[in-house]
């Protein structure tokens, strides 16, 4: 038997895609292995979505392949598929297997989430909304949807095995088969247990009035938290970067959530130095983000990615300036998280155990020095 490691960069996806990578090779020919200086061959999950995460996965290969000469090294995933030729050219001693050549012969299930508390389900892959400054509708190109009996099968076997919280995720969720709310009433009709589910991401305009209705009717088991990209809050912004919705629609639709749901943590993506972002632009984003109380930001300063139109705009600031404006929003991303944390201090909230002796409330909190539950249970807030 043959020595496996698996090293895993970038999204809640991949994770999953590890997993299911995992358990194909070990029932069959291979060990699992944690250190990959005992591994005989090492597969490398690879991100693409910044020019920084390609450089991460680059220093990886050239840290592994150093330290462990022997091993047969196969690159996988997102940034071998749209730089294969540079990466061969640059390291020519690894082996590079497209994700659908790997994942071909699976029916993309997975039986446990190793390393984890929670585990997370990938339902759909693919992208086609291409997005101005985004490569990943080059790199995940195939639209598909995980049956919906496959799914429920899934839950039921997870939950079984003593999994309470599952996170459904995709490439975009939102372009489920038949949709999101349509999977989610079939979920919570099909299995009566206690569990709780969590979506990774959803786009502003996929939050339908059949969403809001599930998550009322079933808010025991569906986590008072969504994760709604922003990107910024300038409509001359947005537009460059070819969102389908303005800042309007996005704060309508965070009206609207907060009202039915006044305890909702709402987290979000945001661009930081967008090529076209003026100074006037990131003020417009800074207030709008500060203004409407957001739990949590993920900043991500602008990389350019070769192949997509905004690698071609000029840039209309000096340089320097992205850096300034993403530790803005970076220190504005901490005051806002522990303002959010403040407004439920005191109370008690159900939660999940974490990793580390840590909990995580439907609402998205981490609670500290907790001691491990199973299943669902309750917490106090501080």
């Known amino acids: 038997m043959k020595n496996l490691f698996i090293y895993t960069f970038g999204c809640k996806i991949n994770q999953y895609e590890s997993q299911i990578i995992r358990e194909k090779y070990c029932l069959k020919d291979f060990v699992y292995v944690d250190n990959f200086e005992q591994a005989d061959v090492i597969i490398i999950n690879s991100c693409s979505v910044t020019a920084h995460a390609d450089k991460q996965c680059e220093q990886i290969i050239k840290k592994f392949h150093a330290k462990n000469e022997e091993a047969r090294i196969i690159l996988t995933g997102c940034f071998a598929k749209v730089s294969k030729d540079k ?35 990938k339902i759909q892959d693919g992208c086609n909304s291409f997005c101005s400054y985004c490569i990943v509708p080059y790199a995940r190109n195939i639209m598909w949807s995980k049956p919906v009996d496959k799914i429920i099968e899934e839950i039921n076997n997870l939950t079984n095995t003593g999994y309470s919280e599952i996170v459904l995720t ?7 088969d038949k949709g ?7 979920i919570y009709t099909n299995i009566n247990k206690p569990f709780r589910i969590r979506l990774s991401s959803i786009e502003v305009n996929e ?30 912004v947005l537009k460059d970067m070819n969102r389908k919705y303005l800042s309007k629609d996005f704060l309508d639709k965070m009206i609207l959530l907060k009202q039915n749901f006044p305890d909702i943590s709402i987290t979000t993506d945001v661009i930081c130095g967008f090529p076209t972002e003026t100074d006037e632009d990131f003020d417009i984003t800074y207030k709008f983000l500060k203004d409407n109380e957001f739990a949590r930001l993920h900043v991500f300063p602008f990389s350019p990615r070769q192949g997509t139109k905004a690698y071609l705009l000029k840039q209309v ?63 106090e807030v501080k």
């Open 87 to 121: 990466i061969l050219q640059k390291f020519p001693f690894i082996e590079i297997l497209m994700k659908e050549e790997i994942l071909k012969d699976t029916e993309q299930e997975i039986k446990n989430f190793d390393n984890h508390s929670r585990a997370f389900i």
């Open 170 to 176: 995709g490439i975009h969720i939102g372009k489920y």
């Open 180 to 186: 999101i709310s349509y999977l989610l009433s079939q």
């Open 207 to 236: 939050i339908t009035d059949d969403l809001i209705n599930i998550m009322k009717e079933e808010k025991e088991r569906f986590c008072h938290h969504l994760h709604i990209p922003l990107q910024s809050a300038s409509d001359k």
């Open 317 to 379: 600031y000096k340089n320097g300036q992205s850096k300034i404006r993403t530790d803005k929003l970076l220190n504005l991303s901490k005051e806002l998280e522990q303002s959010y944390f403040n407004k439920f201090a005191g109370t008690v909230r159900k939660a999940v155990s974490l990793r580390g002796n840590k909990a995580l409330t439907d609402n998205y909190l981490t609670i500290e020095n907790i001691e491990k539950h199973s299943g669902i249970f309750e917490v």
